[in-house]
Each structure stands twice: as structure tokens, then as C-alpha cells.
């Protein structure tokens, strides 16, 4: 029997004030198969709008949510704030999810999926397979996400899709095992080489939405970002450190 009784959701937050109580309205209105309970943890990474008090009052205002904010002293990156969140995690399973609007909690489902057949122990959201909507954006960003994840497969050899994608799932000894040492965008190269080297770790992918954002609308991953993740796959994945 799959024990998977609570999922813990890792929510890195800077400077989200606009969209977060979105999010958190979806979390809210969730309901996982199985009735699997939700663990929420927030990460605020030293924000400089009202994120951390938007998220207070949203706690305060529902408080059967059993919200956890937990607070970086100062700006450490993406990475870090996840590093506190899966740290801190105490559910079955941990998922990532982004404070924006650009994946839907409502898939976790279709991730648990394999998780409760007895399939997974590691299951991955691809934004470029299956079905699901998928909002029309940048040329150049999704040839380089197609990049990132050939040279990432090659390094692993795995067959994934979409190796940066927000939507990975792990058992959460699994995920706490891991040694992660990135502190910005880099958590998803070396995520995906390190969980890749666990012994007998079953990973799966499935078919996800994806609603991007502009720059415009609070996008923050640039080309610099996109180097480093090309770093960070030859350091973790072909050199195996």
C-alpha cells in the first residue's frame, strides 16, 4: 500500500503581494483525491512589498488552512526558499508550487495519479505534453527550455520533457535526502541530476497546464539564469558532484 495521507506544498514568495491570496484562494478550494490533507508552507525570501503581511491576514482570515509562513531574514533566492520549505516539510509527498498564476493546483491530481497506482516515487509536471492549455508565449524561451532539458537527459539519462518545470513531486524522504546546494534557478537542473541518482527512485512525468507570464506581469527568469542552469547540469549531472 502507497501511504500518501498529507501532500506538503512549498511555496517560495518574493514580492507576491499582488497574486498570492490567488493562489492561495485555489489552495483553499482544493480538493485532493483519496482525501489527502494539505500541508501549506509559505517561504517569504526577505520581501520588499507587503507579501509576508498579505499572507498574515489571509492566515489569520482562514485559519483552518493551518497556513506556515516561514521568513528568510534576508533575499537569498528561489532555491533557498525551497531549501526552508522541503527542509521544514512533514507530509508524505512534497510538491513546488510557484506564488504566481502560471500552473493550476487543481493537476495535483494528475500527478498523484501514478503516486496511487504504486508506480512513482517522483513525478515530474511537463508543460510540453498531453492535451492541456498551454499559453502562447516566448519563441526563444521554449527553445531554450528544449535545450536545458536535452542536455539534462543527456547528463542523467533520463527522457524527461521539461526538466524546469515548477510541477515536481517527491516522496519526502527521498526529497530531504538530497544535498541541494542552489540558491536561485538553479534548484531545478540540480533537483532533477540528484533525484535522477537515487537508488530504485521511479519517476514519472505527466501533462500539465501552463498559463505563463510576461515580463510585464512579474516574470523573473532571465537569460542569465538560463547560463546558470547550463552550469548547474554539467556540475550536478555530468560531473555528479
Excluded at 9 to 15: C, E, G, R, S, T
Excluded at 191 to 214: H, L, P
Aim: hydrophobic share 40%; proline share 3%; charged share 25%.
Amino acid at each position: 500500500m502507497v501511504k500518501f495521507d498529507t501532500l506538503s506544498i512549498v511555496i517560495p514568495v518574493y514580492n507576491e503581494a499582488r497574486t498570492i491570496h490567488q493562489i492561495l484562494d485555489l489552495l483553499r478550494e482544493l480538493r485532493l483525491v483519496n482525501n489527502i490533507g494539505k500541508e501549506i508552507i509559505l517561504v517569504n525570501d526577505c520581501s520588499t512589498d507587503a507579501s509576508a503581511d498579505t499572507i498574515r491576514a489571509y492566515a489569520a482570515r482562514y485559519p483552518e488552512m493551518g497556513l506556515r509562513l516561514l521568513e528568510h531574514p534576508v533575499n537569498k533566492g528561489k532555491g533557498a526558499a525551497l531549501h526552508t520549505g522541503i527542509r521544514e516539510a512533514t507530509g508524505d509527498y512534497v510538491i513546488i508550487q510557484d506564488a504566481d498564476l502560471e500552473y493550476d493546483p487543481e493537476e495535483y491530481n494528475l500527478l498523484i495519479k501514478p503516486v496511487l497506482k504504486g508506480f512513482a516515487d517522483v513525478v515530474f509536471g511537463s508543460r510540453f505534453m498531453g492535451g492541456n492549455p498551454h499559453r502562447v508565449l516566448f519563441f526563444w524561451h521554449s527553445i531554450g527550455n528544449y535545450w536545458l532539458t536535452l542536455l539534462s537527459n543527456m547528463c542523467t539519462d533520463l527522457n524527461l520533457t521539461d526538466m524546469e518545470t515548477c510541477y515536481k513531486m517527491f516522496r519526502r524522504d527521498i526529497v530531504q535526502s538530497l544535498k541541494l546546494e542552489e540558491n536561485r534557478f538553479g534548484f531545478e537542473p540540480e533537483v532533477t541530476a540528484k533525484v535522477a541518482r537515487v537508488q530504485d527512485a521511479r519517476i514519472y512525468e505527466v501533462g500539465i497546464s501552463y498559463y505563463g507570464r510576461t515580463y510585464a506581469e512579474g516574470k523573473k527568469i532571465g537569460w542569465r539564469d538560463g547560463f546558470r542552469a547550463i552550469y548547474c547540469i554539467l556540475k550536478y549531472g555530468l560531473l555528479g558532484m
